[in-house]
């Protein structure tokens, strides 16, 4: 039922930038969490931002101070602004909704890549 569709991803030298995009159908999208998720190649899928519905936004370590979550209600879209990027940075990234004790992930969507090298 609910519907998420990353797009964005790309090829980037390090210190290149890229701006994620995911719209989300088939929730109340103005009242809800949401959170940007990647997975590289042989490790597990790593929360690494999360804005809330009143627009408070928090970030793992490795990528604060370089990446910025911000949300456009009307248009059902949260964003991923990613400066400086690093090799480790190379990862599938998703987007889904940060998780609470009593909730469970959407259905993931095709997820977009993003490949940092020289």
């Known amino acids: 039922q609910v519907q998420l569709v990353e797009s964005g991803g790309g090829l980037v030298q390090p210190g290149g930038s890229l701006r994620l995009s995911c719209t989300v159908s088939?929730?109340?999208?103005?009242?809800?969490?949401m959170g940007w998720y990647r997975q590289a190649p042989g490790k597990q899928r790593e929360l690494v931002a999360r804005?809330?519905?009143?627009?408070?936004?928090t970030y793992t370590d490795s990528v604060k101070g370089r990446f910025t979550i911000s949300r456009d209600n009307a248009e059902n879209t949260v964003y991923l602004q990613m400066n400086s990027l690093k090799p480790e940075d190379t990862a599938v990234y998703y987007c889904?909704?940060?998780?609470?004790?009593?909730?469970?992930?959407?259905?993931w969507g095709q997820g977009t890549q993003v490949t940092v090298t020289v």
């Open positions: 889904n909704r940060p998780l609470g004790t009593t909730t469970v992930f959407y259905s």
């Open positions: 088939g929730i109340i999208f103005s009242s809800s969490p």
């Open positions: 804005i809330s519905s009143g627009r408070i936004a």
